[in-house]
């Protein structure tokens, strides 16, 4: 397959998915795809395609949200010339384009009604008619679905056809997000910081520091694979120096420092790896009962050297009044985990060893 094509991961979810992909891309029978943005839905039709014995006619991709409602019809089936204004000649739709190939139709649940009766008509008889046209004409097309849209629940809700949904359900293959994929964090990361090393022409890979992985596993990749695919490509483009490891990762490309800040304003959540510049700051005032003591705070210390003291004093803190669990003593100071483990090792905070009786 392509470069962009490979799929990079050892998880046991991710691996079941590519397998059952895989198994189903022999059968003609449509396949729905479920999965968050970014987890490679694409790619699964893809594969979906190259392995069947329809590897050698198209693949025809339509983004259903791309298109406007009174456009989508004539983007699937086609048009006769003067079906509508504006339609000069005629033209063929996707589903002739695919014709004894595989059609891929991304968000999925965006489609309108009409077009779901339609599409339904074209996938249980392969017929379908162009805008305009007296006759039907026979298409033999695989149909691939994909969305991130919770399609049953559409159904009951009367804004899928059920009908369509029965039909198009032959095989669903759930894509697991990339936080449930045990592992595949550091082999993606890795993966790609290679890529953008060898586009750079980097004579080595540096790779990340520890702490830079250590970052990089504990994000939630609300975008997925393709978000984390971003991060890294644009953490090595940034580090600039082939002979160090990487230490500094940016989740935000639009963080901005001379932001002014609102009454809404919220803690930026982007963790901060070694050697980032920008230091994550506490907030203020944190909700605890009492505060740390004054006798914390060095006597006849500067301002820089008093507030080290009073940030360290608050998490010394909330670390023991939640037995040094640290997700609950950040989420108790308004941090992530990620911001809480940079200020411990700013401050060389470390749990004290447990004493066995």
Request: one cysteine or more; proline letters at 7%; glycine letters at 8%.
């Amino acid at each position: 397959m392509e470069r962009d094509v490979q799929f990079i991961g050892q998880s046991t979810a991710f691996l079941d998915a590519v397998e059952r992909a895989s198994r189903a891309a022999a059968v003609r029978r449509p396949v729905l795809v479920i999965g968050e943005r970014g987890t490679g839905k694409e790619l699964i039709a893809q594969r979906l395609h190259h392995l069947s014995p329809r590897w050698g006619e198209p693949l025809i991709t339509m983004n259903c949200a791309a298109l406007p409602e009174t456009l989508i019809e004539a983007e699937l089936f086609g048009h006769e010339a003067g079906a509508f204004t504006g339609a000069v000649r005629a033209r063929a739709g996707r589903f002739e384009e695919a014709d004894r190939g595989t059609l891929f139709l991304d968000e999925l649940g965006t489609l309108s009604m009409a077009a779901q009766e339609r599409l339904l008509r074209a996938v249980e008889y392969g017929e379908i008619a162009r805008i305009g046209a007296s006759r039907p004409v026979q298409v033999d097309v695989r149909v691939v679905a994909a969305t991130n849209a919770d399609l049953p629940r559409m159904a009951e809700e009367g804004r899928f056809r059920a009908d369509l949904l029965d039909r198009l359900s032959f095989e669903v293959i759930n894509l697991p997000p990339l936080r449930a994929r045990e592992g595949d964090v550091y082999e993606l990361a890795d993966y790609y910081g290679r890529r953008m090393a060898s586009e750079l022409e980097w004579e080595a890979w540096p790779g990340f520091t520890p702490g830079a992985v250590a970052v990089l596993e504990a994000h939630a990749w609300p975008g997925n694979v393709r978000e984390l695919r971003n991060v890294v490509e644009r953490a090595v483009y940034r580090w600039g120096n082939e002979h160090e490891p990487i230490a500094r990762i940016v989740f935000d490309p639009f963080e901005n420092p001379w932001r002014l800040p609102s009454a809404e304003a919220r803690p930026s959540a982007a963790p901060v790896a070694d050697g980032d510049v920008g230091k994550p700051v506490l907030p203020h005032p944190p909700s605890f009962s009492s505060s740390p003591s004054p006798s914390s705070v060095p006597s006849g210390a500067g301002l820089r050297a008093s507030v080290e003291a009073y940030e360290r004093g608050l998490l010394v803190e909330a670390l023991e009044r939640h037995r040094w669990n640290q997700r609950r003593a950040a989420s108790a100071i308004g941090l992530t985990y990620d911001q809480l483990r940079h200020c411990m090792k700013k401050h060389r905070l470390a749990e004290p060893a447990r004493t066995q009786d």
